[in-house]
């Protein structure tokens, strides 16, 4: 089964950028659709955006369209969110996903989870 591990979190004033990765191992990344999430402080996980094990198809929260974009690189087993304008609303511990079903957004609908990454923006 596929482990994943997130990395790129960090403090930045908003309206700044970040790149956050998620590195898998173990299964065949290629297989899997791919997900952010984001949780904060007191609050449920909520669904950031998702990817098709191509890379075809993606989908965001209203909250992050036009500023995050998602992508993947299959060969590297590697996906990415790149974050820009960030917002005092965005902060939170955000997680990578993965799913063997297509175009799910719920928390239930992922069997495989990172541990997490910090992003903080100061404002």
């Known amino acids: 089964q596929v482990q994943l591990v997130e990395s790129g979190g960090g403090l930045v004033q908003a309206g700044g950028s970040l790149r956050l990765s998620c590195a898998a191992s173990?299964?065949?990344?290629?297989?899997?659709?791919m997900a952010w999430f984001r949780q904060d402080v007191g609050k449920e996980r909520e669904f950031v955006a998702s990817?098709?094990?191509?890379?075809?198809?993606?989908n965001y929260a209203d909250s992050v369209k036009g500023r995050f974009t998602i992508s993947r690189d299959n060969a590297k087993s590697m996906m990415f969110l790149q974050m820009n304008s960030l917002k005092p609303v965005d902060p939170a511990v955000y997680y990578c996903?993965?799913?063997?079903?297509?175009?799910?957004?719920?928390?239930?609908?992922?069997?495989?989870w990172g541990q997490g990454t910090q992003v903080t923006v100061s404002s």
């Open positions: 996903a993965a799913s063997t079903r297509y175009r799910v957004f719920r928390t239930d609908q992922y069997g495989y």
């Open positions: 990817i098709s094990w191509s890379g075809g198809s993606t």
């Open positions: 173990r299964g065949t990344f290629s297989t899997y659709n």
